[in-house]
C-alpha cells in the first residue's frame, strides 16, 4: 500500500480517533488518505489552534493528541504549540509534510528544516528518510510520547516518500533500547521516604501536573488521608486533590494562597511529586522553604535536584510509587497527634487570610465574581479551558476543580491564545461533558478564528470572556512595578465580541450589570452551538494575594 495509507493503519493501531490539521502542498498525499481512512479530521483554522486543540484532546482524556500541517508556514505555525506541550509533559504527535528530498537543501518552495527548528521543543523527532521506515517511525512516536514523561513528538514526512508504495506489515511492539524509562521507584528510597514523613512535624504534600499526567490522583488522595497530611497542588495539578476538602490548602505559587504558601515557606519536609519546583512556585530559590528536607519523586531523572537539591530523590512513575510509600508510611504506623500544632498554625493563617475580594456596590462585575457563577451554575461539573493572564489565575483561585483532567490551561510556556482552541479539543475528546473556556479580551482574539472550527464542526465550547480593555496582567504589573506607565495595554474597543461572534456563526451574548451574570451564565450555558460571552468586568482589578518575582513567600502581598 501507499505509505499515507500506513500512515493511517498505524493511527487507527495506536487508538486514534480524532486528529486537527490543516491540509496543504506537502502533506496532500496524507489528506488523500485520510479521505476514506476512517477517522475524524478537525479542519482548524490555523495550523496552531491545530497544534492547541490537540494538547486540549491529550490533557482532557489522557489520549495522545495528534495534528497534521503541510511543510514551511504549516510546520511553523505549529512551533508554539510544540513548545507548549514540551512545557507542560503533554503526550502528542505532530505529523508534517516536507518537500520532495530531491529538494531537500535547495529553499524549494514551502522548505523548512522544521526538525531542525524544533530541536529544542521536542521530546523527540523523526525525519524520514526511507518510506519503509513511516510504519515503525509512527509507532515509535507515539510510543516515545505517552510514555516516562510524557511530551511532544514530530514525524517529517517528505511528499515523495508518503506516495512511495511499501510492504506494509502491522508493528506489533516498539523496541527501543536507548530509551528505557525508570517506573518501579527505589524501594529503599520509598521506605526512606515514609519514615521522613513519619518523623515530620510540619509536612507538606507538593503536588503537580505530573500526578496528572501518571493518572495518579487516587492514589494522591490515598496517601494524604492516610494521615491528616497537608496538601498544596500547582497551577498544573489542580484537580489531582479534590477542592475544596479539610487538608486542601489551596493552590500556591505566585498567585497561591498565603495558607499553601506560608506552610511551604515553615515546612521541616516537603513531598514534591510530579512537580519542577519552578520559579513561580519557588519565588526566589535561594530563600525557598528554609528549613525543609525535599523528598522528590519524578518520572523524569533530568528534574531530580534540577533547581532544589532533593534530600530523597525517587525517580519512577508516581501511579506506582505512591502506593508503596503509602503503605510503608501506614506500616510505620506514625503519631497523627504529631501534627495538631501544625495543623493549628495552618489554620490560623487560612482564618486569617482566606482568598477575598471587595464585591462591588454597584451593578460592575467584578471578575472574581464572574468565576464564582461560573462556578455555582455548573456546580463545578464542567472542563475548564483557560487562556493566560489575570483571568487564568482568578479561575484557579474561584473555580474549585474537585477531580483531574478537568482543568486545562498552558502553565510552562504561558500561551496566550491557548485557550478557545484547547477547549475545542477537549470537547471533542468528552464530547458528553460542559466545557467552557475562560478566556480575556487580550487572549481570545490570538485564535478566535477556531470559532469558525467549532460551528463547522459542531462543537459546542461556551467561551466566556473577562473583557477588561487591557492586557491585564502586563497591567496590574505596570502599575504595581512600573509608575503605572501603562504602555500599549489599553485593548480599545475593537472587535464587538458579539458580533464577531455573529460573524463566525456562533451565539453571542454580553452581560455588564451583575445583577444579570448568572442568567446569561445560564444561557450561555443551555444554547445549542458554540457561545461567545463578553463579560465586561471591573477594568483595573488586580489579581491577588500575589508574590512579586523573585521574592519570598513570606513576602506576599495583596
Given amino acids: 500500500m501507499r505509505a499515507v495509507d500506513a500512515i493511517m493503519e498505524c493511527l487507527k493501531a495506536e487508538g486514534v480517533e480524532h486528529v486537527f490539521g490543516i491540509p496543504g502542498g506537502a502533506n496532500l498525499p496524507t489528506y488523500d488518505a485520510l479521505y476514506d481512512a476512517g477517522l475524524r479530521h478537525i479542519q482548524c ?60 537543501g535547495t529553499d524549494g518552495f514551502q522548505e523548512a528544516d522544521v526538525t531542525g527548528i524544533t530541536l529544542p521543543i521536542v521530546k523527540h523527532s523523526l525525519m524520514i528518510r526511507s518510506a519503509e521506515e513511516i510504519p515503525t517511525a509512527i509507532h515509535e512516536a507515539f510510543h516515545i510520547a505517552r510514555t516516562g514523561r510524557p511530551g511532544p513528538v514530530l514525524v517529517d514526512v517528505p511528499q515523495d516518500l508518503s506516495r512511495e508504495d511499501i510492504a506494509y506489515e502491522p508493528v506489533d511492539s516498539v523496541e527501543l533500547p536507548g530509551y528505557q524509562p525508570t517506573t518501579e521507584g527505589n524501594t529503599k528510597q520509598i521506605r526512606l521516604a515514609a519514615k521522613a514523613l513519619a518523623n515530620a512535624r510540619r509536612p507538606v504534600i507538593y503536588a503537580g501536573g505530573g ?21 498544596t497542588c500547582t497551577l498544573m495539578g489542580l484537580g489531582a486533590f479534590p477542592a475544596p476538602h479539610d487538608q486542601w490548602l489551596g493552590m500556591l505559587g505566585m498567585h497561591g494562597t498565603r495558607a499553601a504558601n506560608y506552610a511551604m515557606d515553615e515546612a521541616d519536609l516537603i513531598v514534591g511529586i510530579g512537580v519542577r519546583f519552578d520559579d513561580r512556585v519557588t519565588g526566589k530559590l535561594s530563600e525557598f522553604a528554609p528549613r525543609a528536607k525535599f523528598v522528590h519523586i519524578d518520572v523524569d531523572p533530568a528534574e531530580i535536584s534540577k533547581n532544589v537539591p532533593a534530600h530523597i530523590p525517587i525517580v519512577g512513575d ?80 474561584y473555580f474549585h476543580f474537585d477531580g483531574p483532567r478537568k482543568w486545562i490551561n498552558s502553565g510552562g510556556l504561558g500561551t496566550m491564545g491557548f485557550g478557545l482552541p484547547a477547549a475545542m479539543g477537549a470537547k471533542v475528546a468528552r464530547p458528553d461533558d460542559n466545557v467552557i473556556c475562560v478566556s480575556g479580551d487580550g487572549s481570545v482574539v490570538m485564535n478566535a478564528q477556531e470559532l469558525a472550527t467549532c460551528v463547522t464542526e459542531n462543537i459546542p465550547i461556551k467561551v466566556f470572556v473577562m473583557n477588561n480593555g487591557y492586557l491585564g496582567m502586563v497591567r496590574q504589573w505596570q502599575e504595581l512595578f512600573w509608575d503605572r506607565r501603562y504602555s500599549s495595554v489599553d485593548m480599545g474597543k475593537s472587535p464587538d465580541l458579539v458580533k464577531l461572534a455573529d460573524a463566525y456563526g456562533a451565539t453571542g451574548l454580553r452581560v455588564q450589570d451583575k445583577g444579570e451574570l448568572e442568567d446569561v451564565v445560564k444561557a450561555a450555558m443551555d444554547a445549542d452551538g458554540p457561545v461567545l460571552c463578553d463579560v465586561r468586568v471591573t477594568p483595573e482589578e488586580n489579581c491577588y494575594p500575589m508574590i512579586p518575582a523573585g521574592q519570598a513567600a513570606r513576602d506576599m502581598v495583596g
Avoid at 508510611?329 to 497523627?336: E, N, Q, V, W
Avoid at 493563617?349 to 456596590?361: A, F, G, I, M
Fill in 211 to 231: 500526578v496528572v499526567n501518571a493518572d495518579a490522583s487516587k492514589e494522591l488522595v490515598e496517601l494524604c488521608l492516610s494521615d491528616k497530611l497537608p496538601v
Fill in 318 to 397: 508516581a501511579k506506582r510509587i505512591l502506593p508503596k510509600l503509602t503503605a510503608e508510611y501506614r506500616a510505620l504506623a506514625p503519631d497523627t497527634a504529631r501534627l495538631d500544632g501544625w495543623w493549628k498554625r495552618i489554620d490560623g493563617w487560612r482564618d486569617k487570610h482566606p482568598l477575598r475580594y471587595d464585591d462591588s456596590e454597584t451593578a460592575e462585575i467584578k471578575p472574581q465574581r464572574m468565576i464564582e457563577a461560573l462556578y455555582e451554575v455548573t456546580g463545578g461539573d464542567a472542563i475548564v479551558a483557560s487562556d493566560v493572564g489575570q483571568h487564568q489565575m482568578w479561575t484557579a483561585q
Fill in 45 to 104: 483554522r490555523h495550523e496552531q489552534g491545530a497544534g492547541h486543540a490537540a494538547e486540549g484532546y491529550a490533557k482532557a482524556s489522557g489520549r495522545v493528541g495528534v495534528a497534521l500541517a503541510t511543510s514551511g508556514p504549516g510546520a511553523t505555525n505549529l512551533v508554539t504549540a510544540i513548545a507548549d506541550a514540551v512545557m507542560d509533559s503533554v503526550p502528542t504527535v505532530f505529523i508534517t509534510g516536507q518537500v520532495r528530498t530531491d529538494l531537500l
